[in-house]
């Protein structure tokens, strides 16, 4: 049983590229969400999607893009890097409803030079 | 602005002693409140949660305390260990959505 599977696990982009980090869960849930951990910053939430099809902006969603391909996957992209958006990304999932845990993936370091 | 605010920042306790992190938060239809544990070089992983109808919640050394009238709640950590060493977010969570304080790195010294 995986959980939840970030790849790449690190990356170093120039300003201006483009990538896209992708996250995969086998554990059927229906919310994910995509985080940025910065220090002293805590984990804040880009973007979350409650159920396929769906997405929603979190606290700083400037500069990002997601897609919900299906229920496993849910992909984040970066279309312009710049080196603000420099952090460790998480992505986590969960199963609807109140109270239920979260799990995360081992985080993504991305470096924009 | 963050929707969950957390202090301290930093702590350090010696080998023993209660480690104590506050956290508050501003949304009332929040109605679960976790806190997660992080090692570095991984993801956060659930220490212990809590819901609004419910003062207190123990497990083990650790204990969650919840006003809901101040909108606040803390983590007690009892005789705390050098493995406790580690970044504790508090988090809530409502309608989906799933917000994180700014962590607490704790340094528990032998």
């Known amino acids: 049983n995986a959980g939840v599977t970030q790849t790449p696990k690190f990356q170093v982009l120039k300003t201006g590229q483009s990538m896209t980090l992708q996250c995969a869960q086998d554990?059927?849930?229906?919310?994910m969400y995509w985080y940025r951990q910065d220090p002293g910053m805590g984990l804040r939430l880009i973007y979350y999607?409650?159920?396929?099809?769906?997405?929603d902006k979190g606290e700083v969603p400037n500069g990002y893009n997601v897609s919900r391909l299906n229920k496993r996957e849910f992909s984040l992209r970066l279309e312009s890097a710049a080196p603000s958006q420099t952090s460790v990304y998480f992505c986590a999932s969960r199963s609807q409803g109140v109270g239920t845990e979260a799990f995360f993936g081992q985080g993504t370091r991305l470096t924009v030079v | 602005q963050q929707q969950v605010k957390q202090s301290p920042q930093s702590l350090i306790v010696q080998k023993g002693g209660i480690s104590i992190i506050n956290c508050a938060y501003e949304?009332?239809?929040?109605?679960?409140f976790p806190w997660y544990q992080q090692f570095p070089g991984k993801g956060p992983a659930l220490l212990i949660a809590i819901r609004p109808d419910v003062s207190e919640k123990k497990e083990g050394r650790f204990t969650i305390s919840f006003n809901k009238s101040a909108k606040q709640f803390s983590l007690h950590i009892m005789d705390s260990q050098p493995g406790d060493s580690a970044t504790y977010f508090c988090?809530?969570?409502?309608?989906?959505?799933?917000?994180f304080g700014a962590g607490t790195r704790l340094t528990v010294k032998p």
């Open positions: 554990m059927n849930h229906n919310s």
């Open positions: 999607s409650a159920s396929e099809g769906t997405t």
């Open positions: 949304n009332t239809a929040f109605d679960y």
């Open positions: 988090a809530a969570s409502g309608n989906n959505d799933m917000r």
